[in-house]
């Protein structure tokens, strides 16, 4: 009965294990050049990303200007927030999306301006 036990055990953390490789977070660290959707038009801004554990900072360079990015990697899902001064408002604009290796795709919220789609490459 004892060596059941054991093997119980073993099979358990073998699973555990197994399952936390899955759910690793997606290396997102990197240069990615996006490619933009909205109602007011297409774009194509380039972050430089940075990540430790889940946590992803950078910088955004676009047709809205720079600006410092804050995010999170959870899995293949991640999130990428700045603020942007434009036409004497600031606006705040999130990406929320799928990474698949060296691609993502999701939406953009663009404040009070709308929202859209994107696309994006590493590399």
């Known amino acids: 009965m004892n060596i059941v036990r054991r093997l119980l055990v073993v099979g358990v953390a073998a699973a555990a294990l197994v399952s936390s490789a899955w759910a690793a977070d997606a290396n997102v660290a990197g240069k990615w050049t996006m ?30 200007g720079e600006a410092q990015v804050t995010g999170s990697v959870k899995g293949n899902d991640l999130t990428l927030s700045y603020k942007i001064s434009a036409q004497g408002q ?3 604009i999130t990406y929320t999306g799928k990474v698949e290796g060296d691609s993502v795709s999701g939406k953009v919220s663009l404040g009070e301006l709308g929202e859209g789609t994107f696309t994006g490459k590493k590399g």
């Open 35 to 64: 490619a933009v959707t909205t109602p007011a038009g297409t774009g194509s801004p380039v972050f430089e990303l940075k990540q430790e554990g889940s946590n992803v900072s950078g910088t955004y360079k676009g047709q809205l």
């Open 90 to 92: 600031e606006l705040a």
